[in-house]
């Protein structure tokens, strides 16, 4: 069966103006060690943890290298490194805003409290059918929805921390997207973010000859092609066609397109308007862009992952854009009916929920490797600047590997021009 696809128009989005130097995010990874495996993950386990003098060190390099708002601490899983707490509290100190990427099985309500009281400003738990987790015996994607109420609940209590959830999406489980978008449009209050990574296999290997420094590898054994992944290649307009299932409204706003394909949206982000008690329709272009300058102009860096306070502020966004923002006019229109035909629901919360749809590497038919153009997740590695998706490559081979396509027939393909649509 043909998967649907979702036409998208990059050229009507904002095209966020992060760079590899002036970002939104970084990303710190502490250790290799981890408490779960996950199907096809690149990283192999090792019980390796970072002191804090390597990390101080680290930060530093960010600190000279990189601006950036927010800095999501990863792994492995980074809450088994035993001073996770003190890591936090450093990153807090140097002026960003620390985000724990983590599978969550190793957070409790003690530990929570130990890292909101360091600065921690947010988490992102990824959840998702890739893990065989001890805490939900799920074989599907809508299974697991108990147990994103229960992280999401468990930071309400406490306050004041964002809650997003990260999902690896395959060919086989592009369908279930639409039962994490509606579990989340039922808590636009406690769940803020959601994301929506497409798995990096099967094109990732391809038809494609692969050289480290001139020297032919074989790559198989550094990146995984399991069964899992499906028989398909996933772009970001196959998910937007499977959220528009169950949400007509949902329009992408923002993006970042690829170093190779600038036809790519990479990280394609809509932000929704919407209360507990429904939807009124997204932003758009403007208002991403007035608050990325805005952030940019008060702050001195672009702006990423917010506070539940500022989720809160659905209203006061519709009216400070209502003029510029031709879909902010459309929800406010939406949101007004609403309150003449409901008046009590004057007093209901308008929460701003964001999607994101993250496409992996790209292969082009020549063996080009096209990365995200202003790339978040950035990590440090000896001392300089690299991709953290690629960061095997480096550690295998000492660099990142460069690829030749071929034909069918084995033949070399020559890179031909870059063709814009």
Same mark, same amino acid.
């Given at each position: 069966?043909?998967?649907?696809?979702?036409?998208?128009?990059?050229?009507?989005?904002?095209?966020?103006?992060?760079?590899?130097?002036?970002?939104?995010?970084?990303?710190?990874?502490?250790?290799?060690?981890?408490?779960?495996?996950?199907?096809?993950?690149?990283?192999?386990?090792?019980?390796?943890?970072?002191?804090?003098?390597?990390?101080?060190?680290?930060?530093?390099?960010?600190?000279?290298?990189?601006?950036?708002?927010?800095?999501?601490?990863?792994?492995?899983?980074?809450?088994?490194?035993?001073?996770?707490?003190?890591?936090?509290?450093?990153?807090?100190?140097?002026?960003?805003?620390?985000?724990?990427?983590?599978?969550?099985?190793?957070?409790?309500?003690?530990?929570?409290?130990?890292?909101?009281?360091?600065?921690?400003?947010?988490?992102?738990?990824?959840?998702?059918?890739?893990?065989?987790?001890?805490?939900?015996?799920?074989?599907?994607?809508?299974?697991?929805?108990?147990?994103?109420?229960?992280?999401?609940?468990?930071?309400?209590?406490?306050?004041?921390?964002?809650?997003?959830?990260?999902?690896?999406?395959?060919?086989?489980?592009?369908?279930?997207?639409?039962?994490?978008?509606?579990?989340?449009?039922?808590?636009?209050?406690?769940?803020?973010?959601? @994301?929506?990574?497409?798995?990096?296999?099967?094109?990732?290997?391809?038809?494609?000859?692969?050289?480290?420094?001139?020297?032919?590898?074989?790559?198989?054994?550094?990146?995984?092609?399991?069964?899992?992944?499906?028989?398909?290649?996933?772009?970001?307009?196959?998910?937007?066609?499977?959220?528009?299932?169950?949400?007509?409204?949902?329009?992408?706003?923002?993006?970042?397109?690829?170093?190779?394909?600038?036809?790519?949206?990479?990280?394609?982000?809509?932000?929704?308007?919407?209360?507990?008690?429904?939807?009124?329709?997204?932003?758009?272009?403007?208002?991403?862009?007035?608050?990325?300058?805005?952030?940019?102009?008060?702050?001195?860096?672009?702006?990423?992952?917010?506070?539940?306070?500022?989720?809160?502020?659905?209203?006061?966004?519709?009216?400070?854009?209502?003029?510029?923002?031709?879909?902010?006019?459309?929800s406010a229109k939406h949101y007004l009916i609403s309150l003449f035909k409901r008046p009590w629901t004057?007093?209901?919360?308008?929460?701003?929920?964001?999607?994101?749809?993250?496409?992996?590497?790209?292969?082009?038919?020549?063996?080009?490797?096209?990365?995200?153009?202003?790339?978040?997740?950035?990590?440090?590695?000896?001392?300089?600047?690299?991709?953290?998706?690629?960061?095997?490559?480096?550690?295998?081979?000492?660099?990142?590997?460069?690829?030749?396509?071929?034909?069918?027939?084995?033949?070399?393909? @020559?890179?031909?021009?870059?063709?814009?649509?």
């Amino acid at each position: 069966m043909m998967t649907a696809v979702a036409e998208l128009t990059p050229r009507e989005y904002y095209r966020l103006p992060w760079s590899l130097t002036d970002n939104a995010i970084s990303w710190l990874e502490i250790t290799d060690d981890c408490n779960l495996e996950c199907v096809g993950c690149y990283r192999p386990h090792k019980k390796n943890h970072k002191t804090l003098a390597q990390i101080a060190d680290e930060l530093a390099v960010f600190k000279r290298c990189r601006k950036s708002d927010c800095m999501s601490i990863a792994g492995g899983d980074p809450l088994v490194h035993p001073d996770i707490v003190e890591i936090v509290a450093m990153i807090k100190a140097g002026g960003w805003k620390p985000i724990v990427n983590t599978n969550g099985l190793a957070l409790g309500k003690k530990l929570l409290r130990k890292l909101k009281n360091a600065g921690v400003y947010g988490f992102t738990f990824h959840i998702d059918t890739t893990q065989v987790r001890a805490d939900s015996a799920a074989t599907a994607e809508k299974e697991h929805n108990p147990l994103r109420l229960k992280f999401a609940e468990m930071l309400a209590e406490v306050g004041g921390i964002s809650c997003s959830f990260n999902q690896t999406v395959s060919a086989d489980t592009l369908d279930q997207i639409k039962d994490t978008v509606t579990f989340a449009q039922l808590h636009p209050d406690i769940v803020h973010t959601v @994301v929506f990574i497409l798995f990096r296999t099967p094109d990732l290997m391809g038809n494609f000859d692969f050289y480290a420094q001139g020297r032919p590898v074989v790559f198989g054994s550094t990146y995984e092609n399991p069964d899992w992944g499906g028989d398909a290649v996933l772009k970001a307009k196959h998910v937007v066609a499977k959220i528009r299932e169950v949400d007509q409204d949902y329009e992408p706003s923002a993006y970042l397109s690829g170093t190779e394909d600038l036809n790519a949206t990479k990280w394609l982000l809509a932000s929704r308007l919407a209360s507990k008690r429904g939807a009124f329709g997204y932003v758009g272009a403007k208002f991403m862009e007035g608050v990325q300058l805005g952030h940019h102009f008060f702050k001195g860096t672009w702006l990423s992952y917010s506070a539940p306070r500022q989720n809160r502020m659905g209203r006061l966004s519709m009216f400070l854009f209502f003029l510029i923002d031709e879909r902010i006019r459309s929800s406010a229109k939406h949101y007004l009916i609403s309150l003449f035909k409901r008046p009590w629901t004057i007093f209901d919360r308008v929460h701003l929920q964001t999607y994101t749809v993250i496409q992996p590497i790209d292969m082009m038919p020549d063996g080009r490797i096209s990365m995200c153009d202003g790339c978040p997740d950035m990590t440090v590695h000896e001392g300089e600047l690299r991709w953290s998706c690629r960061l095997e490559e480096i550690k295998e081979y000492g660099c990142f590997l460069q690829a030749s396509g071929r034909t069918a027939g084995g033949e070399r393909v @020559v890179p031909g021009p870059v063709e814009i649509h």
